[in-house]
């Protein structure tokens, strides 16, 4: 593993990552071959149908899978001395609030956790708060609160300790299209206001387009990249940019590489 | 997770009805069962009686098959209000006896399950040897290894309340092993990757994930622990030849056919296991209602 400075600016670097899983039917190849390079500040979205490994990748930068080959550096370390190094901080795709704590002290639990001063765990808990318009909602437990407002609350809890990455499986994906939509709006306000590099995984192609400066199409059996565009829309978002010949261009060949994974599928 | 808190006012009319049935069916069985006892005596005292005769009669012998529930509660009533609480017959004072057995033996069965429990889920090798040991336990029958217990460790000078107790530790540890081995594995695969995000130790992963979350796992279990405790603590007091708790109440009426304190001392026993089992209840419902829990 390399342990030097990243080149350039990339954060992220896979090279030839692989990954089988050992199952009781035989050996599942979750990751094949996936190389690619995710610069800071960038809003990367992993998309394709379910079993094409965009949970898996995310799921191995974070140290939470280990990859049977390849090689992959997170801030120009291996990823668990990056997770050591408390580099990333990980949304899922359920809240995973912890429900007998309330909203402050789920978004303070990382703090606790990495020993800040009581001070500092409040002061960081009242800023992420007001960072996911969720100022006022301290002391009510998760269940007072939306299906919304708890994943807000879980993406405080990933950007409570400031780390420069931000890995997010799926965060609105099971959420309605009204809330999703002024969610997405929120998470490019609040990546615009943080300089933060963002690994986004979905299975929609409008939130993709809409949140990315690139897009990893993915494919399943065995999970691999297909194609990876890079976004031509400008930084600043309006939600009716969505409506625009530039939104609708991408939003085309997304699909496209989509359906060529399809193909590629049926072909075997 | 209110269920600690059975006093709603639409529960007392369906307790107060199976009271009623309970208590006429006693009565029933009252007569039905000490009626040929009854029959003998007349006989012997060659004297005429009618039905109602019989009816009064079979409640009020001194040495019943069955005594009557007034029977049962009067002796109680004598036992508790109208002695003094020192005195050896006031049944008080052989509840206090067993209580505190019970209940020391409750806290450090549940000490020890605790304990057990946190080695098994930290350590395989833990989870490997132990826990066949500790469903082997429990196969064993109270009533067989009581007195040796009582036995082996008055050998060694202990008595009076720690063998008891120790007793009610053997049965009560075994459902705080199994319920919070099980609590303290409940936690999400989706809630343990969010401490691994963070390069949570275990400790920390124990302190602010595992014990908060096995928390009704562990009322439940306590709430079973509790009533054996008892039930060890009285099954201590048969073999000793003990001179006071309820066992030795239960012990000295069956020597000498004192049914009726036989009885006063049961349900002075299952009243106490209720009240045992309520208080931990509602410190469940307490706890619980402190961590969040949907009111």
């Known amino acids: 593993m390399e342990t030097a400075a990243p080149r350039g600016e990339s954060v992220i670097r896979a090279d030839r990552l692989d990954l089988t899983f050992q199952t009781g039917d035989g050996p599942v190849h979750a990751l094949s071959d996936v190389s690619l390079t995710i610069d800071k500040g960038d809003f990367v979205s992993f998309i394709g149908p379910s079993g094409c490994g965009k949970t898996t990748l995310l799921r191995v930068i974070a140290d939470l899978e280990q990859p049977t080959g390849g090689a992959l550096t997170v801030n120009g370390v291996s990823p668990e001395q990056a997770r050591l190094n408390r580099a990333y901080g990980y949304v899922f795709q359920a809240a995973a609030l912890y429900p007998w704590r309330t909203i402050a002290r789920n978004v303070g639990l990382p703090l606790e956790i990495m020993g800040y001063s009581r001070a500092e765990q409040r002061e960081r808990v009242a800023r992420t708060l007001d960072l996911v318009n969720l100022t006022g909602f301290e002391n009510k437990f998760p269940w007072q609160l939306s299906g919304g407002m708890q994943q807000r609350a879980s993406i405080a809890r990933a950007l409570a300790f400031d780390a420069d990455i931000l890995l997010m499986d799926e965060p609105f994906g099971a959420l309605d299209e009204i809330v999703r939509d002024h969610l997405n709006e929120q998470l490019l306000q609040l990546w615009a206001r943080t300089d933060k590099t963002i690994a986004f995984v979905t299975h929609s192609i409008p939130e993709a387009v809409y949140l990315s400066t690139r897009i990893v199409v993915m494919s399943p059996r065995p999970g691999r990249v297909t194609d990876i565009i890079e976004s031509t829309l400008p930084r600043e978002r309006p939600l009716d940019i969505r409506e625009t010949p530039e939104f609708l261009e991408i939003a085309h060949r997304v699909r496209e590489g989509l359906r060529a994974g399809h193909s590629y599928e049926d072909a075997e | ?295």
Do not use: C
């Open chain 2, 1 to 295: 997770m209110t269920a600690g808190a059975a006093t709603g006012g639409g529960k007392a009319i369906p307790i107060l009805v199976v009271v009623v049935a309970i208590v006429g069916i006693w009565y029933a069985a009252t007569i039905w069962l000490n009626t040929p006892w009854q029959r003998d005596v007349y006989q012997r005292e060659g004297r005429d009686w009618t039905v109602s005769d019989l009816v009064a009669d079979t409640m009020a012998q001194e040495r019943p098959v069955l005594p009557a529930p007034h029977q049962v509660a009067i002796e109680i009533w004598q036992t508790t209000v109208e002695k003094k609480v020192t005195s050896k017959r006031s049944l008080v004072y052989h509840a206090w006896i067993t209580l505190s057995a019970t209940l020391a033996g409750f806290a450090m069965g549940t000490v020890l399950g605790v304990v057990l429990a946190v080695a098994i889920v930290h350590n395989r090798a833990t989870d490997r040897s132990v826990m066949p040991w500790v469903i082997a336990s429990q196969t064993i029958p109270i009533l067989a290894i009581a007195p040796m217990i009582i036995v082996v460790l008055n050998a060694v000078g202990l008595s009076g309340l720690l063998p008891k107790a120790l007793i009610s530790t053997y049965l009560s540890f075994f459902p705080v092993v199994v319920g919070m081995v099980k609590g303290l594995r409940a936690p999400e695969a989706i809630q343990r990757d969010l401490m691994r995000t963070y390069s949570a130790t275990a400790a920390q992963v124990f302190w602010k994930l595992r014990w908060p979350h096995s928390m009704p796992y562990l009322f439940a279990s306590m709430k079973v622990a509790v009533a054996i405790s008892l039930v060890g603590a009285i099954v201590g007091e048969l073999p000793t030849g003990a001179v006071s708790g309820l066992g030795a109440r239960l012990l000295a009426g069956s020597y000498y056919g004192q049914t009726v304190q036989i009885w006063s001392a049961l349900l002075t026993a299952a009243a106490l296991a209720a009240v045992l089992v309520s208080l931990v209840g509602v410190a469940n419902s307490y706890v619980l209602r402190r961590m969040g829990a949907r009111p």
